[in-house]
Nanobody, 121 residues
């Protein structure tokens, strides 16, 4: 089992920045990749970014250059740095871990509870 807890969400004005954190505990050595997803009201959950154990990263094209995924191994924490935020970035952001060997992962096994990000215009 892996437990994931997101934090860092909040209300920010358009153009601002936020850094989300995802603290992992439990069998953290079992994950091959970590990912961030988001779900806006009335929309399906969408992929944001992924980070492989090797350090490789993968982003959804529309967010490249504004969002950066990174990790702190000592803290078992993965981050999502978001800049140039827009009202359309408003969503609940989730982190997830994957044991899949493929890249980018097609399946994620554990999910956090999510953190709300609201961008005002």
């Amino acid at each position: 089992q892996v437990q994931l807890v997101e934090s860092g969400g909040g209300l920010v004005q358009a153009g601002g920045s936020l850094r989300l954190s995802c603290a992992a505990s439990g069998r953290t050595f079992s994950w091959a990749a970590m990912g961030w997803f988001r779900q806006a009201p009335g929309k399906e959950r969408e992929f944001v970014a992924a980070l492989r154990w090797s350090g490789s990263t993968h982003y959804t094209d529309s967010l490249k250059g504004r969002f950066t995924i990174s990790r702190d191994n000592a803290k078992n924490t993965v981050y999502l740095q978001m800049s140039g935020l827009k009202p359309e970035d408003t969503a609940v952001y989730y982190c997830a871990s994957s044991r899949a060997s493929g890249w980018p992962p097609l399946k994620y096994d554990y999910w956090g509870q999510g953190t709300q990000v609201t961008v005002s215009s």
